[in-house]
């Protein structure tokens, strides 16, 4: 019988050591009913992930719509228009927005901690271009002078304008292809590029082209109007 | 000086057991039940019954401090569960423990039940123990199924709205018996007072009743040996042989059976300790609110293969499975001793049960299994929070880098799955373009078929366009193009083809 009682007390022991590992083991690590207090940076990412990362790419980088973790590209947009899209959405474009009338319905504040967390994530130390990312804010551009900048900077990797094949970086003169941008849309892509798939911004460096070759304000609104018009010749 | 405190000791215990014994009787009560003789071979195939009692326990002390915080009304039950889990200290555990102890509960009376069965413990003289553990089976899922109404959140909404629908199918008495449930047409705040009185006394009063039974019927039966093929249970001379063996060879219940019992509960409990920690509570899910339309409600686990059945059953016979299924399976569950209670127990002796048991664990499993993947509903969301795979971006021209982004917009991955996230409803889009041409992909993307809607008029030319071309260039990376029949060149856009430039000329 002491046997038993010996055996029943070891047991015993190893269960309330077992609990109190577990019990400590569960106050340290992310807690299941969400008792801890996330801040406005992880609950920015959380948000990101379930609402973003699909066409924006895990992290803000390598997705299939415009690299969001960019300092530089956050900081030139700014805050207000970033809260603007993320509000409303691209209109003419994929992105559907999170605001009031989406379907995750956030309120103004949700939107603005977003904002800000995501500013807090990848915005750090970022730089605004000198040169305006709004199309409100570009100069009007010039077709048949974007044209020339076009076959300077492009067309050694996009193709000739008449190209419409799958070949090096692909045609952007396909209409199909610029019936679903809009000119900001162009113009983003123009200013900043797809780092993360090797295609350079406005400051270069553009194939055969000088190393300090950078674009202005002025042609990029250029190039934009040139892609449009051999949209429209199509059509 | 110790030894004569000892010795006080000694006494003022002996004699309080001395006091409370000649005015009780308890001891003499109790040490007949603690010390009945056991079968010397009863080893570990028999302490899953003493662990589902150990389960019910602990459910009966974290349910007792659980209702002394819990607000059993429509409007704060779901923010008492969040008080619980978040200003009550330790309360989280508290509800954790009290979830996996319930599911620990349901796996342990299933798997003695399995163990009754196999070792057709149910025969003559325990077929009222079979019985009245059958009853005690129901209690259990009972108390299941209405521990998690108490949770007051989507599951439980939608798991009502089930309950109450199939309760609606009963012809005549239908409608009657489905306000009687639901405390009304709707449900509402009668709802959950009525499941709360089920779960916290009606349901486990009568457990209690039905265990005090099987125990009863336990020391007057005894419990049973293991198997031998060819020791056969005839009714004339079982109970005679059974009282010579035991007698011969028996052991007594306390110490040693009851230690195996307790070596396997201690582990079992461990274990519920450890998943309680670290999984932690289970729910509340979404608020209980019939306007939220994304809601994914799914039942708990012992009643995931229900929830598969209904969602697989061709509509037409669904009522007819309701309303005589249940009944033959109550009755079959029932009956079985009645039907067989006499000749071999072995299992090796009983190829029909044998047979039998892994028909219906194998259907029960994969219809839990296939619950749990639900493959049959899409993912709803999917197309914002599973990223298109990196890999099926790299060196994709502009418009094919669009159609990823409409592929994604267009929600075509809440049923799709790309680098397997994604719905299993349709089928992956991995290597969609080398299994169909270009034209194919236009026509399902349009036209829709095989369950799939159809997006002509969602899509615009240009997206299509974009989505397909993007399709195409989804392929077994390894496949040469030109083995791959029906496939196309990769192509960036229709007007590269002379076919599609016709078309687009003729609008």
């Known amino acids: 019988m002491p046997n038993a009682f010996r055996n029943i007390a070891a047991l015993l ?58 300092a530089n590209y956050l900081a030139s947009v700014g805050r207000e228009a970033l809260i603007n899209i993320t509000t409303n959405g691209v209109s003419g474009g994929f992105c559907p927005g999170s605001g009031p009338a989406s379907l995750a319905q956030w309120d103004a504040k949700q939107v603005a901690d977003f904002v800000d967390g995501m500013l807090e994530a990848w915005g750090k130390n970022g730089v605004a271009l000198s040169i305006p990312w709004s199309v409100k804010l570009a100069p009007a551009g010039n077709a048949s002078n974007g044209q020339a900048v076009y076959a300077a900077t492009c067309q050694s990797c996009h193709g000739a304008p008449n190209f419409k094949g799958v070949t090096g970086a692909g045609s952007v003169t396909d209409p199909n292809y610029l019936r679903l941008i809009t000119d900001q849309g162009l113009r983003t892509a123009i200013l900043f590029g797809r780092p993360e798939r090797g295609m350079p911004g406005w400051s270069g460096p553009f194939p055969h082209q000088a190393a300090d070759r950078k674009l202005s304000s002025q042609e990029i609104s250029d190039v934009v109007a040139f892609l449009r018009s051999t949209a429209s010749q199509k059509q | 000086m110790f030894r004569t405190i000892k010795n006080i000791g000694i006494k003022m215990v ?21 010390t009945h003789r056991v079968p010397r071979d009863a080893k570990w195939w028999y302490v899953f019954g003493s662990a589902s009692l150990m389960f019910f326990s602990i459910q009966v002390v974290t ?27 330790f309360g989280w555990m508290l509800r954790a423990l009290h979830a996996w102890s319930s599911n620990a509960m349901i796996l342990m009376v299933v798997i003695h039940m399995s163990q009754v069965f196999l070792h057709a413990s149910f025969k003559f003289p325990r077929e009222l123990m079979w019985m009245v553990g059958v009853l005690l089976l129901f209690c259990t899922l009972a108390l299941a199924f209405t521990g998690q109404i108490m949770r007051w959140d989507q599951d439980a909404y939608w798991g009502l709205g089930i309950g109450a629908a199939i309760v609606d199918r009963v012809p005549m008495l239908g409608n009657q018996m ?18 709360f009185a089920l779960h916290v006394f009606v349901l486990p009063g009568l457990t209690i009743g039905l265990i005090g039974a099987h125990m009863a019927l336990i020391l007057k039966n005894g419990i049973s040996e293991m198997p031998k093929p060819g020791m056969v249970v005839d009714p004339k001379t079982y109970v005679a042989q059974y009282e010579e063996r035991i007698k011969k060879t028996g052991v007594a219940f306390m110490p040693d059976a009851a230690q195996r019992d307790m070596v396997f509960c201690g582990l079992m409990l461990i274990i519920v300790g450890l998943l309680a920690a670290y999984l932690g509570p289970v729910g509340p899910n979404g608020i209980p609110n019939p306007t939220i339309i994304d809601a994914n409600p799914r039942p708990d686990y012992a009643f995931l293969w ?6 697989l059953m061709p509509p037409q ?22 039907i067989s209670n006499r000749g071999e127990r072995a299992p090796s002796r009983r190829p029909g049960a044998v047979i039998a048991y892994v028909l219906i664990a194998t259907a029960l499993g994969t219809l839990t299994w296939l619950g749990v993947v639900s493959a049959w509903s899409p993912v709803m969301d999917a197309w914002t929070s599973m990223p298109t795979p990196p890999q099926y971006l790299v060196g994709r021209t502009p418009l094919e880098m669009q159609g990823a982004l409409v592929l994604q917009h267009s929600q075509c991955r809440n049923c799709h799955s790309l ?19 270009w034209d194919q992909l236009v026509r399902q993307v349009q036209q829709g078929g095989g369950n799939m809607p159809a997006y002509g008029k969602n899509l615009s030319s240009a997206e299509t366009t974009a989505v397909v071309a993007f399709m195409t260039t989804l392929r077994n990376s390894g496949a040469p193009e030109s083995n791959i029949p029906g496939a196309m060149e990769r192509q960036s856009s229709p007007d590269q083809a002379p076919k599609a430039v016709a078309s687009e000329a003729g609008k």
Not at chain 2, 184 to 193: M, R
């Open chain 2, 306 to 311: 229900i929830f598969t059945a209904m969602a």
């Open chain 2, 419 to 437: 680098g397997g996230q994604g719905g299993l409803r349709g089928p992956n889009l991995d290597n969609v373009g080398s299994r169909k041409s």
């Open chain 2, 178 to 195: 489905r306000n009687v449930m639901l405390g009304g047409p709707y449900i509402g705040g009668a709802t959950l007072s009525r499941f």
């Open chain 2, 63 to 89: 349910g007792i401090l659980l209702a002394t915080m819990y607000v059993p009304s429509a409007a704060e039950a779901y923010s008492s569960l969040q008080y619980i889990d978040q200003q009550v200290p």
């Open chain 2, 14 to 34: 002996g004699g309080l057991l001395g006091w409370t014994e000649s005015r009780s009787g308890v001891i003499t009560f109790v040490q007949p039940i603690l």
């Open chain 1, 13 to 70: 022991g190893v269960i309330v050591a077992a609990a109190c590992v577990g019990a400590c083991g569960k106050i340290s690590s992310t807690d299941p009913a969400e008792n801890i207090v996330l801040t406005t940076q992880q609950l920015a990412m959380k948000n990101y992930a379930q609402n973003c990362s699909a066409c924006h790419g895990a992290n803000g980088v390598n997705g299939a719509a415009r690299q969001l973790a960019d």
């Open chain 2, 317 to 338: 016979i669904e009522t007819a499975v309701l309303l005589i299924a249940p009944p033959i399976v109550v009755l079959a569950l029932l009956g079985l001793p009645l």
